[in-house]
């Protein structure tokens, strides 16, 4: 027991917590050195928001570790001997004997346990972690990966088998692991690489410019990073494959296949990471002084904005379903997602709308796709539109432990104001959540609008209570039928003309 003693950082369970379910469920099976671990239905590992999360509970419950569960602070504590460890739902950093460690994923609840990424389970307990996304399971494991000899072998012979279009990616079969020399002192570190959101982050210790190229026979981007090393605590976290190279565990992409990297040949050595693609997909690049870079895969294309003819006598109303696309926006408490909100609930107000004889309605986008913060109040411009009303979801820092809720309007202008008076009545009834408030506040899409303009905090995300709410279609009706409702009234109230509104209003 006493050799798995650091596995303890990967394991708690919450006892009582109530279920939600995740669409993204990859129902994938645990394994620690090679021995499977039985998982109830609902702790299966799973993919969400593109990382793959671990359920604690499976493990601690072979180990043997005390902890304890705050629900007023979401807060979960473990002890055993001298360790000491702490974190929350919701907040994206840990406390470990006093020192603060970054999650790259905030912890989520399943069922009776809690679900932290693995890269988490890898950094913090010093084990060998791998995604085999084939076989749609999780390995964990303290054993050496695969012998220099070995991996030299088998990087020579996957070499010789490389088509002609893949020759020049050769340099990612090293003829040993270079990652176990010790850098010298001042040696280009590559520290971290991430990929999430349709955007490759890559981060060393120094400014570097990166010599970026696109490849075709198999679809991708090259980014080589002369004179760079891979830094021994990042690289042990992913197993060194037979090919010589390493991948991150998954990627949240249709169209990325997956994220490979290497130390490269050569006399200048240095780093090699590709974005493996399923189709070709154009990027933007840049860098920052701290050693920051940034690759951002290009839409491949946006779905056209439908802007249907105008009709005589009828208010253009322009409805924005806040993020979307690249931008997730906020994340809930059961880590789904802000744009899903917002799509499903404007979906809604543009169906009780489509044969409304008063008002026709504009829509920002229609799926999952991110027209700018620029490009949303631009719309609403072009089209001459009577009103434009943005719609959103809130969230508080874990710090605040779920408190804050209810429901809120915001607007830039004063000539927005009558609107956002009228909108937020209709939002609070149509909630049942706490009233906010109205509020002034420099929005772009709200600022950058030529017409009165709101945008709406339905509820907070970071709230059990109000997020539970906001993903029934029970909720999101109500919340519809409030910004008709509101915009209804509004337009009645404008032109002093209510009693011939007074058919679409009842």
């Not at 990166?210 to 090393?229: H, N």
């Not at 209804?488 to 109230?493: D, G, I, R, V």
Request: net charge neutral.
């Amino acid at each position: 027991m006493k050799k798995y003693g650091w596995v303890i950082l990967a394991a708690i369970l919450i006892w009582l917590w109530p279920s939600s379910t995740h669409v993204n469920a990859a129902e994938a099976d645990l394994f620690l050195d090679g021995k499977r671990m039985e998982a109830p239905a609902d702790a299966k590992p799973e993919m969400v928001n593109g990382k793959v999360m671990v359920p604690l509970r499976v493990v601690g419950e072979q180990l043997g570790y005390q902890f304890k569960w705050e629900p007023q602070a979401y807060k979960i504590s473990i002890q055993k001997n001298n360790m000491d460890m702490s974190m929350y739902v919701g907040r994206t950093s840990a406390d470990v004997n006093g020192k603060t460690v970054s999650l790259d994923a905030p912890p989520v609840l399943r069922g009776n346990s809690t679900m932290v990424p693995l890269r988490f389970v890898g950094e913090q307990m010093g084990l060998n972690v791998d995604w085999n996304n084939k076989s749609k399971s999780v390995n964990l494991s303290q054993k050496a990966t695969t012998s220099q000899t070995d991996q030299k072998a088998d990087s020579q012979k996957t070499s010789t088998q490389n088509t002609t279009s893949k020759q020049t990616e050769t340099a990612l079969s090293p003829p040993k692991d270079q990652n176990a020399e010790k850098p010298k002192a001042n040696t280009l570190l590559v520290q971290d690489i991430t990929f999430e959101h349709e955007t490759l982050k890559i981060s060393l210790n120094k400014a570097i410019t990166p010599k970026v190229s696109k490849m075709t026979g198999q679809d991708r981007i090259v980014v080589d990073l002369p004179e760079a090393s891979l830094a021994s605590d990042f690289s042990k976290l992913f197993p060194v494959r037979k090919d010589g190279t390493r991948a991150l565990t998954n990627s949240d992409s249709e169209d990325v296949q997956e994220i490979r990297f290497a130390p490269a040949d050569g006399q200048n050595g240095g780093v090699r990471v590709v974005i493996a693609l399923n189709q070709a997909r154009d990027y933007d690049l840049s860098t920052n002084s701290t050693g920051e870079i940034t690759l951002q895969l290009r839409e491949r294309s946006e779905n056209p904005v439908d802007t249907p003819t105008h009709v005589e006598e009828r208010r253009i109303v322009v409805i924005d379903p806040g993020h979307g696309g690249k931008d997730p926006g906020a994340a809930s408490v059961t880590g789904r997602r802000e744009k899903e909100f917002t799509l499903a609930v404007a979906l809604k107000v543009q169906q009780l709308l489509q044969n409304d004889p008063a008002i026709q309605v504009i829509m920002t986008r229609n799926g999952d796709t991110y027209p700018t913060l620029d490009e949303r109040p631009q719309l609403a411009n072009d089209q001459q539109a009577s009103v434009f009303v943005s719609i959103h979801g809130n969230s508080m820092p874990a710090s605040n432990n779920g408190k804050a809720n209810g429901s809120e309007t915001y607007y830039a202008r004063q000539e927005s104001l009558s609107l956002a008076t009228l909108m937020h009545k209709h939002l609070v009834a149509a909630t049942g959540f706490k009233d906010n408030g109205i509020k002034v506040a420099n929005h772009v899409v709200t600022r950058k609008s030529q017409m009165p303009a709101v945008l709406l905090e339905c509820g907070y995300l970071s709230n059990p209570s109000n997020e539970a709410a906001m993903f029934t279609e029970e909720k999101q009706d109500m919340i519809a039928q409030g910004i008709v409702g509101g915009l209804k009234e509004y337009f009645a109230t404008e032109t002093g003309t209510t009693e011939s509104f007074n058919e679409v209003i009842n």
